[in-house]
């Protein structure tokens, strides 16, 4: 495959790329942490629950697990049990119609001008594959869940380790060159390149996030499209 020729696959993260930081800090983080003692109570025989605790407690022995969920939130852990945990809040508040995820407006229609022009998506955030599904099943705009054939979350692995998205590659049989991967960390895009991923950081200006100067940059997925051939650049 020619270095220039557009990807094949865009490999998307959610907080910071396609919703805004504070969606997640100010609206889903705050929900869950309001929301979870109740649901562990509730829900306290749910397998889920009880292997979530339970790692909990084999991850910090000795530690109350609510109290050990409470520290991580606090230090935003990207831990699995709490991952799943919220997640499950979030299930409750989507649900009730309590929650409506907020995407950047230049978000679905880059992903659906892609999609339209058969380049496969897929999601890896560090947040589980159901709460990746929940975003996305309600946005603003809808369900666009039907966008992306894939989701990836902390089974794979850290978003800062290289062999995570090797193991992605092992698993959908993608080759390395054929796949962009945007985000908006530095850290997790040099454990893409380095594993032999084109990348790209988003660098949303309401986010504040500060660009670095190793890989490409965008301030939208337009922008993105325009650097690496893909279509739905004319919206930049």
Known sequence: MSVSAAPRVVLLDIEGTTAPVS???TVLFPYARTHLPRLIAERKNDPVVKDALAETERLAPGVPPLEQLERWMDEDAKVAPLKALQGMAWAEGYKRGELVARLYPDVVPALEAWSRAGVELAV??????????????????????????????????GKKEAESYRAILRETGWQDEDVLFLSD????????????????????????TIAGKKFPTAATLPEAAALFGLPGAERA
């Open 23 to 25: 969606f997640v800090h």
């Open 124 to 157: 890896y955030s560090s947040g589980s594959e159901p709460a990746q599904k929940l975003i996305y099943g309600h946005t603003e705009q809808g369900d666009v869940t039907p966008l992306f054939s894939r989701f990836f979350d902390l089974r794979v692995g």
């Open 185 to 208: 960390v530095t850290a997790e895009l040099e454990a893409a390149a380095e594993a032999g991923l084109r990348v790209c950081q988003i660098v949303r200006p309401e986010d504040g």
